[in-house]
């Protein structure tokens, strides 16, 4: 059994879909006391970046995604983080030949499932949660990360040109990938960046409210210098930032997350569950 896999998905770009796959990985893990990986389809790379991975890294996902040989299942690409408990399969600059790549019948008789079909060759067996971030694009990576995953988080950035723009062809992609045999529920729209005190953000959070309904996650991600901070230490919110408001919403979108996942947290009182050596043993071996 798989466990939940969530993509991070909308197509523009600077909308916060890194910031809150590696964020929200890394309190959902603390909240679980469980290990949560992260799937970087993006060739830019920048959840790597973010957790201090090195550029250029190899094997990376593009290994995995384009294995004709089963030569490199998905394991052999997970290294673990600075985090405890935060694993990445990370990618580089070159999953952008990967595309076309695909497209070679002869190699790649479904180019459309081959990320799902690599997920499904593998156990994962001690991770609690996969989330995978994706490019800024409909194209074919983006699409392989809707048939591989089971819910999607579609950030909306609240701030000065918030508006529904690209939304629709989305949902149009998302409906594409969505079969009998492959359901894809939409967890939550997210408002990043959100600053309560002014009016744009106001109406940005009614519209998206009346827009989505129940569909529209509760928690909002303030606007936070904090990220920026983060990103320059090259540490998530809570190792660097911890006392920030995003760190805080981060933290309450985790719990929103494993409501509407139905996870079982760490016992009452334990908002970060210690992390056991074996546990740290058992996942991402093979690497330092
Ligand atoms: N909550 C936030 N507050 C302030 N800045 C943010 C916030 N979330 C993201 N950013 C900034 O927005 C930029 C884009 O975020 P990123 O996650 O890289 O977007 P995407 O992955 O969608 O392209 C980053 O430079 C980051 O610093
Ligand atoms: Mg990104």
Redesign the pocket.
């Known amino acids: 059994m798989l466990p939940p896999i969530i993509g991070v998905v909308?197509q523009?770009?600077?909308?916060?879909?890194?910031?809150?796959s590696v964020n929200l990985a890394d309190c959902v893990a603390r909240r679980l006391g469980k290990s949560c990986l992260i799937i970087d389809m993006?060739p830019q790379g920048?959840a790597g970046k973010l957790l201090g991975i090195p550029r250029n890294v190899t094997p990376s996902i593009r290994e995995v995604l384009l294995d004709t040989k089963n030569e490199f299942p998905l394991q052999k690409v997970i290294r673990p983080t600075s985090v405890p408990r935060l694993y990445i399969a990370p990618s580089n600059i070159n999953l952008a030949s990967a595309e076309s790549h695909l497209r070679i019948p002869e190699l790649f008789p479904h180019p459309l499932k081959q990320l799902r079909r690599k997920l499904t060759e593998e156990a994962l067996r001690d991770i609690a949660l996969v989330m995978i971030?994706t490019p800024?694009s409909l194209g074919l990576l983006t699409v392989n990360v809707l048939h591989a995953c089971n819910h999607v988080i579609m950030?909306m950035d609240s701030g000065s040109d918030f508006s529904f723009d690209g939304l629709d062809d989305m949902l149009d992609v998302i409906r594409a990938a969505t079969s009998e045999d492959h359901a894809i529920n939409i967890l939550g729209v997210l408002l990043?960046?959100h600053d309560r005190r002014q009016t744009l953000c106001q109406s940005a959070h009614q519209a998206t409210v009346t827009k989505f309904g129940p569909d529209a996650f509760e928690t909002t991600?303030?606007?936070?210098?904090a990220?920026?901070k983060s990103?320059m230490a090259r540490q998530t919110l809570m190792q660097c930032e911890r006392k920030s408001s995003?760190a805080r919403d981060y933290m309450h979108l985790a719990d929103e997350v494993i409501r509407r996942l139905k996870l079982t947290p760490a016992p009452a009182g334990v908002t970060e569950a210690p992390v056991a050596a074996e546990e740290l043993a058992s996942v991402g071996a093979g690497h330092e």
Request: no cysteine; net charge positive.
């Open positions: 909308l523009k770009g600077g909308v916060s879909k890194t910031i809150t993006d920048n971030d800024p950030p990043v960046k991600i303030a606007s936070s210098s990220v920026k990103e995003a």
